[in-house]
């Protein structure tokens, strides 16, 4: 049958979990889209960290412990990012976020 | 315990929060001076503890030393000066413009996030495990978003959040990525644990190379800078001052944090990459700067090339005393230009360079004021930004990279330049007319005075950088083992 | 305190006490600042004779010295871990260079007598500026030098930008940015010989007991004598000069090319030559072509100029090269002739500014061509006028021939590191100068003074007022007094030079 | 030499320094007309120094000794290279301390008239005592560098004479030709002090190491390298010789080419004879004292002094008599064509020093009989030529004109002015028993003497040509009919004038008779020549009686023979078109060196600077473009970095 996947599998797999995630950020032009991507991209460190964590200092619990607090400061994050996304919309009808370049005053520039 | 600065300024956040919820909306007033009360009652406890010498607290996961105290020094002397800043904002005292949305809304919240990123920020510093750095890096992070785009009524200043967050959340996803890597790499999270099992590997590159964007995007480093202007641009002028000084202290403790403790192995392996990673950002700051016309652009530019120079102290691990030194320097130097660009801009509602013209006959002491601050970012003796600068280019020299040397010196040439400009429109060029003297509320005063005064005293009064060179022995120390610069 | 923080103390104390002085009344402000410096002058004199009377109280051989010896010595430790005192001190060079700073200065501010204008302001900045001068010539930290350096730079921006004429803001902005990159050359160079000695100390006489090797002086000393060269208005950095000066007002010209370009060659002596002797063996060649190139093409292109201050400026620039060429010549005579051509250039360059601006708003104009038989009008003005043009084109009896005799003995005597022969050739060159020198100086003054005279408003001219008179009599009196008795001057320098020269 | 009068010689150019204090601080203003008068007296009284000078020399000193009587230091380059200011008595410095104070005083007094009523009466005071004090110190000097520094200070007297009426171009354009020409030629001469200097200091500190110092020159420390005593050694002569020059030549001859250059410069030697003839627009009574009797021949007073040097390198003394032979010969030939009468008297002027250059360059060590004559000729030739400048400073004061053709007749309006002039004409072209008899045969008999043959000829065919056109002069001036309005009103000076006249006749009859030969030479043996004596008389007889016969009778015989010389006789007239050649050379250097250096220095030079700075804003430009707004650029920038710091660490190790 399959055999039993190594740490090289599981960290493969969360870079490619944090590339999908930086091409949803790069790519996304919905701005919740981009911060789904983020999560992703989080997540994968999660992963990361979790992995390293059974594989390499599997006596203690430091690794997940660390996990925990970065889910609760994503979600934080999560929160003011919708928030703002909130407030933007409500300017813009809009949450494209190449449409968001109001302040770059390319004009501006001084002699 | 050593932890009561902190522990002063949660108690103050959260007073002032109260205040906001129970007391009636006339005498919240009251929340600007209990919120200065509280930063500077931790100020006093920081300097009290600095004076009792070093410790730490529950069982080694807080650190306090000088260098952390210095740090804590910074961050409080950032908020204080930003809630005078801010104050004037907040209490509605400003002129109105027809098609300017400048009012703050929300005093005791505003207060309360800024202090709780304070307090993020002094915990930084303090931290010894990866844990509490993750942690205490999403603080000092995350209620910037929320200030920055505060200003919920203006779009400039949603977009601004919007930017930031997005980028700023990316940041922090890579960094942690890059954290994680280290975490593999030496199975631990105390930090000094984490420097002992390092060593420089390919998958330590990797995850160097991972780090350096978190430091870049807090420090501004190019090219993690890209938000800098925008966001300084959209955001509220306090938030934009705060910005340049507390947040980039704070990438300044995370780095420290990060290239002594858990990279102090490697710190001399990666300096070249840092030596082009200095040169690159001063010399592309300087040369946007250049040709902004805008102050809150033009300051966020200034801000990126003053963190070119700020990370010369890497190059050698001497350079610690150079650093925190500097950043003690930029902080208060910093807040004087934005003091006046605060100042300015709530009194005329303009924010152009060319608006300046003629400051110096109406106001001559704010005028003279700027040029100081404007000099002393400059490096022009006998004020501290000089003197700092000088340390920072010593440790290059100490170092052997003369070539960037070279290069710092000529980026502080042309940043002369594009700050002279404002001198010119301030004294040179005649004014927009027979304007009245501007009448200065008392917050901006103070913050002026406190920050013109400082700014002359830390250079010429040698107590702060010798006390400062005295107490990140340690830090140099762990480096310098570390680095095998012992023999 | 030694008396030398005096010399930084008096004049800032004045720049404070103009500062304070009440708006309406701007003619108070000129004679604070007259006090000031008049106080300045009085002590700069009695401490160059004081100077002269501990050099020979010291006795013993001075012959053999190869550091130099400071008097009225004072150390304040500073920035401890870095080794940085506040450590001043002066010898008979940086005495010879107060002298001439404090002469410069107290007819300066004559010079300025009418300034109205922000009149406050003025003052102020022309005050600071001279203290960082004097902060210069006093320090013997190299920190403490560096810092002044630049104070004295940055003032200057100021001064011609807001009360100077033509393109101003051009110009002073194109001086302040050439010297700060010249000053950011000096901080490369100076910070890895700080590091090259150890990281201990900034004292220049203990960072010049260090043997740096021979890599290192050859890549700083250029970097320092470029540095400083661009103050010295060295070929092809000296083109700020002519813009800066033709700007300027009046006390500044004065100021700036009477004793800030000599901070220049200061420097260059101080730092590049004294501390690294195997640089300057290694680059003098090129250096000296590229001074030689200096003073002649200086004199060439003064010919051409139409304005009196390009004019000035220019013969400046030839001038000037005379120092850095006497310092390139690695020998007594070079490093003597250098140093008395900094005093004399300094005091001929600020009577020709001090005349140009007297002469302007007068004539409102600063063409040649438009001028012509003013001396019928104004001949003391213009009596100093030639006596300025004779020093400068190096006749005996005014001080300019002094130096350049030297400087032309220093250069044909040569040194065991350059070949001798083209050596001569540039020596010879730039001795040839004193002709070309002979001729814009002889065409210029001619169109202005003689001549019938070119319109009818000049004859409303008046001549010079008492503190014009008083401020060319003492500048001139000065050019007069070193020329027929170079003694005067010699005695204080030779004993400081002596050291540095017996480093070659 | 000691006596009080040696040991404080200094007072002699002390007192014209004195004078121009009192000038300044006191006779200005109203008090105006006292500046003669305290000029007179200073003068005045350094003459009577000087002449008891003289006879205490006579009376105590050996014949030809000399000394330095007095000195300080005063220009301290280094050891052995230290400038003392000092007098030094011997033989010529007295001769020409003689001459300069007596031409000085006479001139000073004559002034007193000529100038009155002059704007700049008391300016013009004050330059003469300045130039007066300046030749003192040149002609006291003991070494090399006084003399160049009083050399220049002379120089610039004679600018400021020569521009004192400042409100003419050509007054201002003369003073301007004449000091740079002459600048140009002490640019050759510092070269050759600097060759000296070096050489000699060499010498010295060579020899000091070898010990020999003491045996070769006085005690060691006080040997000074630019000393005459030291140069004119014969050991450092021979060290000079021996080192090797440039072009061949050996060093000795180079240094004193160098020195000769700018010795040409001043006493206005072809080529550089040029100023000369413009500096005339001077007022006279300076033509007289400046441009003929003692700044002009400081040339030959130089080579005096360095005789021995010369004399040593004999290719240097060839170059001297060439020089002298050709500038005699051809500026002999031009006064012959000349109108104006002061410009005739420049030319005489040049065409009498290239004699007494001649007559150094036919000197030699062996026979120095032509280092007297030449001395002596000074002598005597600063007396009649300063008479004849003066006599014609009273005929232009009469007439109001310069030109010869507007004069005429005017023997009797002026008698004493014509009776003088005509001394010192008759003196001139030598013949005897006047003074230029004596010291223009003594040079012909140096040169046959010294078998030079071909410079014997050219001297005795300028002798002709002196006699010849210095009586056209003359009759031009004194005899015939008026000519114009002015000369018809013309009436004697006054006698203030008249008196330095008669003074100056006086020497001029005499001065031949004083045997400045012996006192300058002692021990030379002087043969005379009868043959020389002939035929120098004949010469002179031949010139005079070709000027009366081609300008006493019929006027337009000599136009005639000019237009039958057609285009010799316009090359003359033009002076060989060498002014011309020297504008094309100046107008040259302005175009293709100054105006390049100014445009190069504007569009290259400072080009390149400001270019920076623009480089810097353009690329600044450029660099904001980046700062797009769009936040997944930016993201995109900072995962490139990342990439970047990835790939820097992996492939740059420190």
Redesign the interface.
């Known amino acids: 049958m399959f055999p039993t996947p190594t740490i090289t599998h599981w960290l493969t797999l969360s870079a490619l979990l944090f590339s999908i995630g930086l091409y949803g950020i790069f790519t996304r032009r919905n701005a919740v889209g981009v911060l789904l991507s983020i999560e992703m991209t989080l997540n994968s460190a999660i992963l990361n960290i979790l992995i390293f964590n059974r594989f390499v200092a599997s006596d203690d619990v430091d690794g997940q412990v660390l996990v925990l607090f970065i889910v609760a400061a994503a979600a934080a994050e999560a929160v003011v990012a919708l928030a703002i996304f909130v407030s933007f919309y409500r300017h813009r009808h809009t949450l494209d976020v190449t449409q968001a370049n109001h302040i770059c005053d390319q004009g501006n520039s001084a002699s | 315990m050593y932890i009561q600065p902190e522990i002063i300024v949660v108690v103050t956040a959260f007073a002032v929060l109260g205040m906001e919820m129970f007391l009636p909306p006339r005498q919240r007033v009251l929340q600007t001076p209990v919120c200065l009360l509280g930063l500077s009652i931790a100020l006093a406890a920081v300097v009290y503890l600095m004076i009792q010498g070093d410790g730490n607290f529950l069982g080694g996961q807080f650190l306090f030393d000088g260098v952390a105290g210095w740090f804590k020094v910074s961050f409080l002397l950032a908020g204080l000066l930003t809630v005078l800043l801010s104050a004037d904002l907040l209490n509605g005292r400003f002129k109105i413009v027809p098609g300017q949305n400048r009012v703050l809304i929300h005093r005791g919240e505003f207060y309360t996030v800024v202090l709780f990123n304070l307090v993020g920020s002094m915990f930084l510093i303090s931290a010894t495990n990866l844990i509490n750095l993750y942690v205490c890096l999403e603080l000092a992070t995350i209620p910037l978003f929320a200030l920055v785009a505060w200003r919920r009524d203006d779009p400039l200043s949603c977009e601004a959040g919007l930017k930031y967050i997005i980028l700023g959340a990316t940041s922090s996803a890579v960094v942690l990525f890059g954290l994680g890597l280290l975490y593999g790499l030496s199975g631990s999270v105390d930090l000094f644990t984490m420097g002992d099992n390092l060593s420089f590997g390919p998958a330590t590159k990797l995850a160097i190379a991972m780090v350096v964007v978190g430091v870049g995007f807090k420090l501004t480093l190019v090219p993690f800078h890209m938000w800098a202007a925008d966001v300084y641009r959209g955001a509220p002028l306090p938030v934009a001052a705060y910005l340049s000084v507390a947040s980039k202290a704070a990438g300044l403790a995370f780095m420290f944090q990060l290239f002594y403790r858990v990279l102090g192995n490697v710190l001399l392996d990666v300096s070249m990459a840092l030596a082009v990673l200095a040169a690159v950002t001063m010399t592309l700051g300087n040369l946007v700067a250049v040709v902004q016309a805008n102050v809150k652009r033009f300051m966020a530019f200034s801000a990126i090339s003053q963190a070119g120079y700020l990370i010369m102290g890497f190059l050698d691990p001497s350079g610690a005393p150079s650093m925190v030194y500097y950043m003690l320097v930029y902080v208060v130097t910093n807040m004087v230009v934005f003091g006046v660009l605060v100042f300015y801009l709530n009194e005329t509602g303009r924010e152009e360079i060319e608006d300046y013209r003629g400051l110096s006959r109406t106001n001559p002491w704010i005028a003279l004021v700027m040029m100081l601050g404007l000099f002393s970012l400059a490096g022009i003796p006998p004020l501290s930004g000089f003197v700092g600068k000088f340390f920072l280019f010593s440790v290059a020299s100490k170092a052997g990279f003369h070539w960037l040397v070279a290069v710092a010196a000529v980026n502080s040439t042309i940043s002369l330049y594009y700050y002279l400009r404002i001198v010119r429109q301030m004294y040179i060029e005649p004014g927009l007319g027979d304007d009245p003297p501007i009448r200065a509320s008392a917050s901006i005063v103070t913050a002026l005075a406190v920050s013109t005064v400082l700014m002359v005293v830390l250079g010429i009064v040698p107590f702060f950088y010798e006390t400062i060179y005295e107490q990140t022995h340690n830090w140099i120390a762990v480096a310098g083992i570390r680095g095998g610069m012992a023999e | 305190m030694s008396w030398l923080s005096l010399l930084i103390l008096i004049p800032f104390a004045t720049a404070l006490a103009v500062v304070a002085t009440p708006d309406s009344k701007w003619y108070v402000r000129r004679w604070v600042a007259l006090f000031g410096t008049g106080v300045v002058l009085a002590l700069s004199l009695v401490m160059s004779v004081s100077y002269m009377q501990a050099v020979l109280q010291r006795g013993g051989d001075a012959s053999m010295l190869t550091i130099s010896q400071m008097e009225f010595e004072q150390s304040v430790p500073w920035f401890k871990s870095m080794g940085i005192e506040y450590h001043v001190g002066v010898d008979g060079i940086a005495m010879a260079m107060i002298v001439l700073t404090a002469i410069i200065i107290f007819t300066g501010v004559l010079a300025s007598w009418e300034v109205k204008e922000r009149s406050r302001e003025f003052y102020a900045f022309l005050l600071v500026l001279v203290t960082g001068v004097f902060g210069v010539f006093i320090s013997v930290d190299l920190f403490l030098f560096f810092l002044f350096y630049e104070v004295a730079v940055l003032p200057m921006y100021l001064l011609i930008g807001v009360w100077g004429t033509g393109r101003k803001e051009y110009s002073a902005m194109k001086l302040t940015l050439m010297l700060m990159v010249g000053s950011a050359l000096v901080l490369v160079g100076m910070l890895a010989l700080y590091h090259a000695a150890g990281s201990q100390t900034f004292d220049l006489n203990k960072l010049a007991m260090v043997d740096y090797s021979r890599d290192l002086q050859q890549w700083v000393f250029p970097c320092v004598f470029v540095g400083f060269g661009v103050l010295g208005a060295l070929f092809p950095f000296h083109t700020w000069s002519p813009d800066g000066h033709a700007s300027a007002p009046t006390a500044v010209s004065m100021l700036h090319a009477g004793v800030l370009m000599k901070l220049g060659g200061y420097g260059v002596l101080r730092v590049a030559v004294y501390l690294m002797p195997e640089g300057a063996k290694q680059w003098a060649l090129f250096f000296l072509v590229l001074t030689t190139i200096n003073i002649v093409y200086g004199a060439y292109a003064a010919i051409r100029q139409t304005d009196l201050k390009y004019f000035t400026a220019y013969s400046s620039v030839s001038h000037c090269g005379f120092v850095l060429f006497g310092l390139c010549s690695l020998n007594l005579m070079g490093f003597k002739g250098a140093v008395i051509q900094m005093f004399s250039h300094g005091i001929m360059t600020g009577l020709f500014f001090g005349l140009i601006g007297m002469v302007y708003g007068r004539s409102k104009t600063r063409d040649l061509t438009k001028m012509g038989g003013l001396s019928k009008r104004i001949p003391w003005l213009a009596t100093s006028f030639y006596i300025a043009g004779l020093a400068s084109l190096g006749l005996p009896g005014l001080s300019g021939f002094v130096a350049e005799s030297t400087v032309f003995l220093g250069g044909f005597f040569g040194n065991p590191w350059v070949d001798s022969t083209t050596m001569r050739i540039c020596t010879l060159l730039a001795t040839s100068s004193i002709v070309v020198t002979a001729v814009y100086v002889l065409r210029g003054l001619s169109r202005v003074f003689q001549g019938p005279m070119t319109k009818s408003e000049f004859s409303q001219m008046q001549d010079a007022t008492i503190p014009e008179k008083l401020c060319t009599g003492i500048l001139v009196a000065t050019l007069a007094v070193v020329g027929m008795y170079p003694p005067v001057l010699i005695d204080l320098i030779e004993h400081a030079i002596v050291p540095i020269a017996n480093r070659f | 030499m000691t006596g009080f009068l040696f040991e404080n010689a200094w007072m002699i150019p002390a007192l014209p320094l004195i004078s121009i204090l009192l000038i300044g601080l006191f006779a200005t203003g109203s008090n105006a007309r006292f500046a003669g008068i305290i000029g007179s007296v200073a003068i005045g009284t350094a003459f009577l120094l000087t002449c008891g000078l003289g006879l205490a020399y006579l009376s105590s000193a050996e014949a030809g000794a000399s000394a330095v009587t007095w000195s300080i ?6 050891d052995h ?1 230290v400038v003392s200011l000092g007098t030094l008595i011997d033989p010529i410095s007295l001769l020409l301390l003689f001459v300069v104070t007596s031409v000085s005083l006479l001139v000073h007094v004559y002034s007193i008239g000529y100038m009155a009523g002059d704007e700049g009466y008391s300016r013009y005071f004050v330059f003469l005592s300045l130039f007066t004090f300046s030749m003192l110190g040149l002609v006291l000097a003991p070494n090399l ?1 006084q003399m ?3 050399w ?2 002379v120089g ?1 007297s004679s ?1 400021l004479l020569i ?1 004192f009426y ?2 003419l ?1 050509e007054a ?1 354009a003369a ?2 030709k004449a ?2 020409v002459t ?2 030629a ?2 050759f001469f ?2 050759g002090i ?2 000296l ?2 050489f000699v ?1 060499q010498w010295i500190v060579d020899a000091e190491w070898g010990g020999v110092t003491a045996a070769a020159v006085q005690s060691a420390s006080a040997v000074q390298a630019l000393d005459f005593a030291t140069i004119n050694s014969e050991p450092v002569l021979a060290h000079l010789k021996d080192q090797p020059g440039v072009l061949g030549l050996d060093l000795l001859t180079v240094a004193m080419l160098l020195v000769f250059i700018g010795a040409a410069g001043k006493s206005a030697m072809f080529p550089l004879h040029v100023w000369l003839p413009d500096a005339m627009a001077g007022p006279t009574p300076v033509s007289a004292l400046i441009h003929a009797a003692t700044m002009v021949v400081a040339g030959v007073y130089l080579v005096a002094r360095l005789f021995p040097g010369f004399a040593a390198s004999g290719d240097a003394l060839d170059v001297v008599a060439a020089v002298g032979c050709i500038t005699c010969l051809f500026s002999a030939l031009i006064a012959c064509t000349q109108t104006d009468i002061k410009r005739v008297l420049a030319f005489s002027t040049l065409s009498q020093i290239g004699y007494m250059m001649l007559a150094l360059g036919v000197a030699s060590a062996e026979h120095p009989a032509g280092l007297g004559a030449a001395m002596f000729h000074l002598f005597t030739h600063a007396f009649f030529k300063a008479l004849l400048f003066l006599g014609a400073g009273s005929v232009i004061h009469a007439v109001h004109s310069n030109d010869v053709a507007e004069m005429g007749g005017l023997r009797k309006k002026m008698p004493l002015t014509h009776a003088t002039f005509l001394i010192a004409t008759i003196a001139i072209a030598g013949v005897p028993p006047l003074a230029g008899f004596f010291s223009k045969d003594e040079i012909l008999g140096a040169a046959l003497d010294g078998e030079h043959h071909l410079i014997f000829g050219v001297g005795l065919f300028v002798a002709a040509l002196t006699a010849f056109y210095m009586f056209r002069v003359y009759i031009l001036t004194f005899l015939g009919g008026h000519k114009s309005d002015g000369a018809a009103k013309a009436h004697e000076s006054p006698p203030i004038m008249t008196i330095p006249l008669v003074v100056l006749g006086v020497m001029s009859v005499c001065g031949g008779w004083i045997a400045v030969s012996q006192f300058v030479l002692p021990g030379v043996e002087l043969h005379a020549h009868l043959l020389v004596m002939g035929l120098s008389v004949a010469a002179a007889v031949v010139g005079i009686g070709s000027a009366f016969w081609l300008y006493g009778g019929q006027a337009n015989r000599a136009q005639t023979m000019a237009e039958s010389m057609g285009g010799i006789y316009r090359l003359v007239q033009n002076k060989f078109y060498i002014d011309e050649v020297y504008l094309f050379v100046t107008k040259m250097i ?1 175009r293709f ?3 390049p ?2 445009w ?2 504007r569009h290259v ?2 080009a ?3 270019l920076s ?1 623009t480089v ?2 353009w ?3 450029r ?24 790939l ?3 492939l ?3």
């Open positions: 230091e005063w220009l301290r380059y280094q290279l560098l160049y520094v009083f220049e200070l610039v600018f521009g400042y409100t171009p201002i003073s301007k000091f740079i600048r140009f002490d640019l510092l070269a600097l060759v200097g070096f200091h302005f060196i100054a105006a250096a100014a190069f220095d030079v400072d390149v600077m400001n700075a810097v804003r690329v600044g430009a660099l904001n473009v980046l700062q797009t707004g769009q936040v997944q650029t930016y993201g995109i920038w900072m995962i490139n970095g990342t990439i970047l710091v990835l820097f660490l992996w740059v190790q420190r």
